[in-house]
């Protein structure tokens, strides 16, 4: 009787250890776990539009609700068309909200902003004047060419004036006499040619000097300003399922619906991308100007569609 029991026991035992074994080898790991779902719950979050709404407007802002609203519809058609189905529609009252609450960011922003237009407006005026410079210098180049000539034609007619007066006659006194006076006549105009071309090689040189200033000042703008910004002027949360928006700061209204843009590829489960052209790259600059292929090949393949 014990032994059957002590056999019992043992068959137990060991059918145990092998339902444990087997157990734990088809048992997915905690982390695989974890991202299944993520992953499942990244797909469900593109199963149905995206509402979205505008919600707090801090009143720090230069920013009318309208403004911010028509930003966001242009944000979302973007996506919308780039993908060619509703990703994102508009709802007043079941919409996520999309906050704007001011702090240092737009203050280092419109700093930027304004560098760049003050920036600006000096190129400007510095590549124009350039051009005209460059332009006035030469024709005065051409000028000082054809006064060499002219003045290497001179000096030539002079010396065939001195051989002639140097075999003068009674017969053709009179008629060197006349052409003295004529060469006397080119003398003064070539006299005051020169000094005309002096008086315009000096303003060119007071306009390249003013031109060298300029650049200077141009120059003196970008000594001691703040780096650009480059912490994130927009927020994107998906907390339980549930996303929320918040701009921090924009520079203009078209930088304004690129942020918001960009934190719809966010609410989607996109991440950050190198490529500078990206909408989803990490930071806002000039070669963006909505989703390209990559978000929207990067879109598909979070989505599944």
């Not at 008086?199 to 390249?208: D, G, I, M, P, Y």
């Given at each position: 009787m014990l032994a059957r029991l002590i056999f019992l026991m043992l068959l137990l035992l060991g059918s145990y250890l092998l339902l444990s074994a087997w157990f734990a080898a088809e048992r997915p790991e905690p982390q695989a776990l974890k991202q299944l779902a993520?992953?499942?719950?990244?797909?469900?979050?593109?199963?149905?539009?995206?509402?979205?709404?505008?919600?707090?407007?801090?009143?720090?802002?230069?920013?009318?609700?309208?403004?911010?609203?028509?930003?966001?519809?242009?944000?979302?058609?973007?996506?919308?068309?780039?993908?060619?189905?509703?990703?994102?529609?508009?709802?007043?009252m079941d919409g996520f909200p999309i906050n704007f609450r001011y702090d240092q960011r737009q203050q280092l922003l419109l700093q930027q902003a304004l560098l760049e237009r003050n920036i600006q407006r000096y190129d400007s005026n510095i590549d124009q004047r350039a051009a005209i410079?460059?332009?006035?210098?030469?024709?005065?180049?051409?000028?000082?060419?054809?006064?060499?000539?002219?003045?290497?034609?001179f000096a030539a007619d002079i010396a065939v004036f001195n051989q002639q007066a140097a075999n003068a006659n009674q017969a053709n006194l009179a008629a060197l006499q006349q052409q003295q006076q004529r060469l006397q006549q080119r003398e003064q105009q070539l006299q005051q040619q020169a000094k005309r071309l002096n008086e315009q090689q000096a303003q060119l040189q007071r306009e390249q000097q003013y031109l060298n200033d300029t650049v200077n000042d141009r120059n003196a703008l970008l000594t001691d300003q703040p780096p650009p910004l480059a912490a994130e002027v927009g927020l994107m949360e998906i907390i339980n399922g549930k996303r929320n928006m918040t701009i921090f700061a924009?520079?203009?209204?078209?930088?304004?619906?690129?942020?918001?843009?960009?934190?719809?590829?966010?609410?989607?489960?996109?991440?950050?991308?190198?490529?500078?052209?990206?909408?989803?790259?990490?930071?806002?600059n000039p070669q963006q100007t909505g989703p390209t292929a990559e978000d929207v090949a990067a879109l598909k393949q979070q989505c599944g569609f």
């Amino acid at each position: 009787m014990l032994a059957r029991l002590i056999f019992l026991m043992l068959l137990l035992l060991g059918s145990y250890l092998l339902l444990s074994a087997w157990f734990a080898a088809e048992r997915p790991e905690p982390q695989a776990l974890k991202q299944l779902a993520e992953k499942a719950m990244q797909q469900k979050l593109c199963q149905t539009p995206v509402l979205w709404r505008i919600g707090q407007m801090d009143p720090a802002f230069a920013l009318t609700a309208d403004q911010a609203e028509q930003a966001a519809h242009n944000a979302a058609a973007q996506w919308n068309m780039a993908v060619g189905q509703e990703l994102f529609r508009y709802d007043s009252m079941d919409g996520f909200p999309i906050n704007f609450r001011y702090d240092q960011r737009q203050q280092l922003l419109l700093q930027q902003a304004l560098l760049e237009r003050n920036i600006q407006r000096y190129d400007s005026n510095i590549d124009q004047r350039a051009a005209i410079l460059a332009r006035q210098s030469e024709q005065l180049q051409q000028r000082l060419r054809e006064f060499a000539q002219q003045n290497q034609q001179f000096a030539a007619d002079i010396a065939v004036f001195n051989q002639q007066a140097a075999n003068a006659n009674q017969a053709n006194l009179a008629a060197l006499q006349q052409q003295q006076q004529r060469l006397q006549q080119r003398e003064q105009q070539l006299q005051q040619q020169a000094k005309r071309l002096n008086e315009q090689q000096a303003q060119l040189q007071r306009e390249q000097q003013y031109l060298n200033d300029t650049v200077n000042d141009r120059n003196a703008l970008l000594t001691d300003q703040p780096p650009p910004l480059a912490a994130e002027v927009g927020l994107m949360e998906i907390i339980n399922g549930k996303r929320n928006m918040t701009i921090f700061a924009y520079s203009t209204v078209a930088a304004l619906q690129l942020t918001i843009g960009h934190e719809f590829g966010h609410a989607m489960g996109l991440g950050h991308t190198d490529n500078d052209a990206a909408l989803m790259h990490y930071a806002l600059n000039p070669q963006q100007t909505g989703p390209t292929a990559e978000d929207v090949a990067a879109l598909k393949q979070q989505c599944g569609f």
